[in-house]
Nanobody, 122 residues
C-alpha cells in the first residue's frame, strides 16, 4: 500500500492550495481517508476525514469553513482544498487511510503517506 501526498508549497497568507493523496495497493473505496498535520515542535493533529463513499466528512474546528475534503474513487485519490491560508496552517500535511468509518484519532489509521510541506508566509 502506498499513499502519496502532493501539492504543498510556499504560499502567502490568504492564498489557496489543493493537496492530493494518491493511493495504490488497496481497495480505495473501502477506506475512509484522513488528513492530519504536524507543525514543528507540535503533535500531529487531525484536520479532516471523509468516508469511503465520500458522503460523510468531518473537520477540525480550526479549519472549518476554510478547508474542503473530497475524493475521487475512480482515480483512487483524496483531496484537501485549503482556502484563506494562515501562517498557523504551516505544517507537514499527511494523508492516511483507515478501514470502515471516519476517524479523527491518528491511532485509528492503518496506512500513512510521507507528507507534503505547506508553508504560509505572513
Amino acid at each position: 500500500v502506498q499513499l502519496q501526498a502532493s501539492g504543498g508549497g510556499l504560499v502567502q497568507a490568504g492564498g489557496s492550495l489543493r493537496l492530493s493523496c494518491a493511493a495504490s495497493g488497496l481497495a480505495f473505496r473501502s477506506y475512509a481517508m484522513g488528513w492530519f498535520r504536524q507543525a514543528p515542535g507540535k503533535e500531529r493533529e487531525f484536520v479532516s476525514t471523509i468516508s469511503g463513499g465520500g458522503d460523510v466528512t468531518r473537520y477540525a474546528d480550526s479549519v472549518k469553513g476554510r478547508f474542503a475534503i473530497s475524493r475521487d474513487n475512480a482515480k483512487n485519490t483524496a483531496y484537501l482544498q485549503i482556502y484563506s491560508l494562515k501562517p498557523e496552517d504551516t505544517a507537514v500535511y499527511y494523508c492516511a487511510a483507515t478501514v470502515g468509518g471516519i476517524q479523527t484519532s491518528p491511532t485509528q489509521y492503518i496506512y500513512w503517506g510521507l507528507g507534503t510541506q505547506v508553508t504560509v508566509s505572513s
